[in-house]
């Protein structure tokens, strides 16, 4: 077999397995895993969702249709056929990190030379519209999504409002990515922000950091993307959990993820490390075994780093676009 | 959200489904499930193999190519993603499923009225050409199957030969329902046939049949294609155990599966159920508790039925056309 230049890979393939990696990476505390479903949610359900996308993924990753059309056609996808929200947020950073990979090449093909990175994907949520804001309201109205309160200012804008606060975006003249903006910034600083939104503002810099940690690993692609979990976790709070529990429940999740990490120091550490302290070598030596503990006290708990996950799932796709592979 | 109507599906979508369910369908004594690797096999493999045959399950269900070049460029396509052999049966099941389902359709389109059944299978197999058994020799050039020898007057035929088969195949003029049709009827009737190809040359009936088990059952999918892989396995002895091991040790993993049947005598029994006397209730009444316990067994001992989780997959297919849906 000859090697293959994984940049002539069809990304909405790359996509693909970057859902399912995701799911069946394990230990992934507080998550379905390949060995965990959760009492709602089944790992049979996102191995439909994760099928259900696809017409959504291969409009992200061709000319036509806007950057929202596509993720609400992946949303709705994903519903269709997982019947729940399942991985919603890791299409929310597929989508623009499809398109960015297409970006410049003829339709739905690959430039040779066309490397995905971080000022790729910043350019892609620039140019979003108004459209595209207006699309991604409509999409909760496909399936459930656990979301905060939005900020007293901008009552109208809260997305459980779906299509109906299209007037409101129009009126404001609100982009995508100025939406996103708002949720990656709250004005409560005791308020964990949407790290989703944070990476479309911020040119993903969570979702390439870890696709290195993934990348430069070793062993199964599983093994990999519950590594890189556990670090973006003990590096920030996750989103969902503060929003599901509170703030002071998400710092001290993300503290008991960090004391799993290589070279942690796992006593009397009450918040998360500095993020710049999670370092691939931290990564690498997380202990997987003391981690599946940790996902049964976080089931048990009812707490669900699910924004954490998402990440994950962008960071499995940049690796898989630079040449990670499945284990042989 | 509206009610689907299963046939507007793109059955590509579900042929991916149907391999994604059959890998994670558990337990499946012997094989790779969600909850066992092999020691040369993982898990994650087959979710590379089954997004890399995207591209000749998409041949399939077009009116461009034939049957033949359509398995060989979906058996490519497994192998680039999972550098091994995880689904080539499923694939040779799956193939000539999809084509039917679009016969009579414009390319690539279901019919509204096309149900899939076994005439219209039987119609694409007995369709085949020469040309397709030579693409079907070529598939093994991509990665390792296990294989029986052929009989002592189709020594030329070994499918081990590969494209080196080629003017063997002209000179008989054999098409690859013919080249089925041979190891469909082995010569020595001590030996235990491939009932992959027998389902080639009889019209499919262990798919169909096994697809009614699952689509008339309860639960979550994977659950369902785990009882209706031990009904599959404890009907008929194993072709790939019978080619590892020998005929008997295959009979006796049969009479093991039929055992955790329900209803079945788990006391005395020395050989498989005959397959009339595995229905619907047998199957649905299986003991999935006890089959964990086999599950080990098997793979302590080396068994593997793949032969029966090729089936298995063919029917989760034929069962998601006819409506069945993942969990919710």
Redesign the interface.
């Known amino acids: ?1 000859t090697a ?1 230049d994984s940049r002539a890979r ?1 990304p909405v ?1 790359d996509a ?2 970057a859902l ?2 995701e799911v ?1 990476g394990t230990p992934k505390p507080g998550n379905v895993d ?2 965990r479903d959760l009492d709602d949610l ?4 996102f ?2 969702g ?3 996308a ?2 959504g993924l291969e409009l992200a990753a061709s000319d036509e249709g806007s950057v929202g059309d596509a993720f609400e056609r992946g949303v709705a996808g994903m ?6 929200n399942t991985q919603f947020g890791c299409l929310l950073l597929l989508v623009p990190l499809l398109r960015a990979t297409v970006v410049g090449s003829p339709a739905g093909d690959v430039s040779p030379s066309g490397d995905l990175d971080p000022d790729a994907v910043d350019r892609v949520t620039r140019e979003t519209t108004v459209g595209d804001a207006v699309a991604f309201y409509r999409a909760f109205e ?1 399936v459930d999504v656990a979301v905060a309160d939005p900020p007293a200012d901008a009552a109208e804008l809260d997305v459980r409002h779906g299509s109906d606060a299209a007037p409101a975006l129009r009126d404001r003249e609100l982009t995508l990515r100025d939406v996103m903006a708002v949720s990656a910034a709250p004005d409560d600083p005791d308020r964990v922000p949407d790290r989703n939104a944070q990476e479309w503002v911020e040119g993903f810099p969570r979702t390439f950091r870890a696709a290195e940690w993934i990348r430069a690993d070793e062993g ?3 093994d990999r993307a519950a590594r890189a979990f556990l670090g973006l976790l003990a590096a920030e709070p996750d989103t969902l959990v503060a929003a599901s529990h509170d703030p002071e429940t998400a710092r001290e999740a993300s503290a008991r993820a960090a004391a799993l990490l290589g070279g942690a120091d796992d006593g009397g550490s009450t918040g998360p490390l500095d993020p710049s302290d999670v370092d691939a070598d931290a990564v690498h030596g997380a202990d997987l075994d003391a981690a599946e503990a940790l996902a049964t006290a976080f089931v048990d708990e009812g707490i669900n780093p699910g924004t954490t996950a998402d990440l994950t799932c962008a960071a499995l796709y940049v690796a898989l676009r630079r040449g990670a ?4």
């Open positions: 077999m293959v069809d393939d693909t397995l399912l990696l069946a390949r060995r089944r790992f049979e359900s191995l439909g994760a099928v259900g696809r017409d519903a269709d056929r997982a019947g729940t496909r199964p692609l599983t592979e499945v284990a042989r």
